[in-house]
C-alpha cells in the first residue's frame, strides 16, 4: 500500500514561505486523495507488486482505458506531491554541493541560472502542473515542464525526476493568490537542497 510521505516539519514551520492553511489543505486534502484513489486503482488493476515508478512507466500495459486514467492521475499526484513535500525543510540547505553542484554548474552555468530556467517553465506551464529537474543514470540534468499530474516518468522522456515545483493553483493561491511568481519565489526558500542532492545520488548511482 502507497503512503504519504511523512513530513519532516510542522504545518506552520514553513511560513512565512508557505502558510500552515495551504500545508494542511494541500498535503492533508489534495495529496491524502490521490494517495488513497491511487491505492485502489493500484488495487483493481493488480499491480500492488509494483512500484509507482514501474506504474507510471507502464502505463500502456492497463487496458482499461478508464483505469489507466485513474491511474496516471492520481498515480502522478501520489508520486509528484511526496518528491514536492519531502523537498521542504524549516532549515534548509541553500545550496547543492559535491557531483550535483558540478553538474548544475556545467549545465546551466550557476545554481540560480537554474532556478531562472525553473522559473520560466513553472511560469510557462498553462493552468494546473509542474516543472522539474530530472536526471539520468549517467548524471546528466534536464529541465521540464509536465500538465497536471503528469511527470517525465509517464511521459517515458528516459530521465527521472529529483525536484518539483508544483503550479497547481491549491499550492499556492490561498497566500499568493494569483502571483504564481512570488510563490515561485517563496519555494526556493524552503526547498532543502539536501534532499536534492540524495534524490540525485539515487538515480545516477553517484
Same mark, same amino acid.
Given at each position: ?102 553538474? /548544475?554548474?556545467?549545465? &546551466?552555468?550557476? #545554481? +540560480?541560472?537554474? *532556478?531562472? !530556467? ?65 510563490? /515561485?519565489?517563496?519555494? &526556493?526558500?524552503? #526547498? +532543502?537542497?539536501? *534532499?536534492? !542532492? ?9
Amino acid at each position: 500500500m502507497f503512503k504519504q510521505v511523512e513530513l519532516s516539519y510542522g504545518a506552520g514551520d514553513l511560513e512565512p514561505n508557505i502558510d500552515a492553511l495551504t500545508i494542511e489543505t494541500h498535503y492533508g486534502k489534495h495529496h491524502a486523495t490521490y494517495t488513497k484513489t491511487f491505492n485502489e486503482a493500484v488495487e483493481k488493476a493488480g499491480l500492488t507488486d509494483k512500484s509507482a515508478e514501474e506504474i507510471l512507466a507502464s502505463l500502456d500495459s492497463v487496458e482499461d482505458e478508464g483505469l489507466r486514467k485513474v491511474l496516471r492521475n492520481n498515480g502522478g499526484g501520489y508520486y509528484n506531491h511526496n518528491m514536492y513535500f519531502e523537498a521542504f525543510s524549516a532549515n534548509p540547505k541553500a545550496a547543492p554541493e559535491g557531483e550535483l553542484k558540478t553538474a /548544475i554548474d556545467e549545465t &546551466f552555468g550557476s #545554481l +540560480d541560472a537554474l *532556478k531562472d !530556467e525553473l522559473t520560466k517553465l513553472a511560469l510557462g506551464q498553462f493552468g494546473s502542473g509542474w516543472a522539474w529537474l530530472s536526471a539520468d543514470t549517467e548524471g546528466k540534468l534536464y529541465v521540464s515542464n509536465s500538465p497536471n499530474q503528469d511527470n517525465p516518468i509517464s511521459e517515458k522522456k528516459g530521465y527521472m525526476p529529483i525536484l518539483a515545483l508544483d503550479v497547481w493553483e491549491h499550492a499556492y493561491y490561498l497566500n499568493y493568490k494569483n502571483l504564481r511568481g512570488d510563490y /515561485i519565489k517563496a519555494y &526556493f526558500n524552503v #526547498l +532543502d537542497w539536501g *534532499k536534492i !542532492e540524495e534524490n540525485y545520488k539515487k538515480v545516477c548511482g553517484k
